[in-house]
């Protein structure tokens, strides 16, 4: 168990649809990242979160990706009108920053999307 | 697109080889780290770097970051079958929140 979860690991669903993941990262990290993977590829950050502000989007996250974490808890990643391009996994990340130091990332164990 | 190279993409190697696997960046650093995935797993943190020219080891892993803070190397000594899987390494940028992840070199030991 690596300490972040990611509900639900597996999501299929038909292109047009709307899909949203969650995840719950460590308690004790302040910071709450996504990011996409394709096969082959290293993983491409989307967007990430101190406490409950989002701080940084990446350009891949267009306007049919929000993502949220209310009250600074868990963060949830919805995509509107999927397209067959969407298809990819999803990984949810946290860290712990203190006193201007960073710590590496602690991923979860992502969630699959395949659009069809 | 990718902002950090790793070279080589693949390497097979017979069991009690060594490995090395090298990651360059068109800019400079801040930190770098590194990561193992296993087949069908997720990226699991390694080691982060700091200093330029400097140099930590685990076990039969060595890493190294460049003098410049544009390369680093992972090493492996006389690799196992339980090393199998994608490296990546994933610098981070001064004034940049989030890491850059490499291309990855996937291993394969061979029995």
């Known amino acids: 168990d690596t300490g972040v979860s990611q509900d639900p690991r597996h999501k299929i669903t038909k292109r047009g649809q709307n899909v949203t993941f969650r995840c719950d990262p460590i308690?004790?990290?302040?910071?709450l990242y996504w990011y996409r993977q394709t096969l082959g590829q290293g993983p491409e950050f989307l967007t990430y979160?101190?406490?409950?502000?989002?701080?940084?989007k990446s350009r891949l996250l267009s306007d049919r990706f929000s993502a949220e974490r209310p009250k600074g808890s868990f963060s949830t990643l919805e995509i509107q009108r999927t397209e067959q391009g969407d298809s990819a996994m999803y990984l949810c990340?946290?860290?712990?920053?203190?006193?201007?130091?960073?710590?590496?990332?602690?991923f979860g164990s992502g969630t699959r999307l395949t659009v069809v | 697109g990718q902002q950090v190279m790793q070279i080589p993409q693949y390497q097979h190697v017979q069991e009690g080889e060594d490995f090395t696997t090298y990651c360059n960046s068109s800019?400079?650093?801040?930190?770098i780290q590194w990561y193992k995935q296993r087949p069908g797993g997720h990226p699991v943190f390694l080691i982060q770097?700091?200093?330029?020219?400097e140099v930590k080891k685990q076990k039969r892993l060595t890493f190294q970051f460049g003098e410049a803070k544009k390369n680093s190397s992972l090493h492996i000594t006389a690799t196992q079958t339980t090393d199998v899987g994608t490296y990546f390494c994933?610098?981070?940028?001064?004034?940049?929140?989030?890491?850059?992840f490499g291309t990855g070199t996937r291993l394969t030991v061979i029995p």
């Open positions: 979160f101190q406490n409950e502000a989002q701080l940084e």
């Open positions: 994933a610098g981070g940028k001064t004034g940049a929140n989030n890491l850059f």
């Open positions: 800019t400079t650093l801040s930190n």
């Open positions: 990340a946290s860290r712990a920053v203190k006193q201007g130091r960073g710590y590496g990332y602690t």
């Open positions: 770097l700091v200093k330029s020219g």
């Open positions: 308690s004790e990290h302040n910071r």
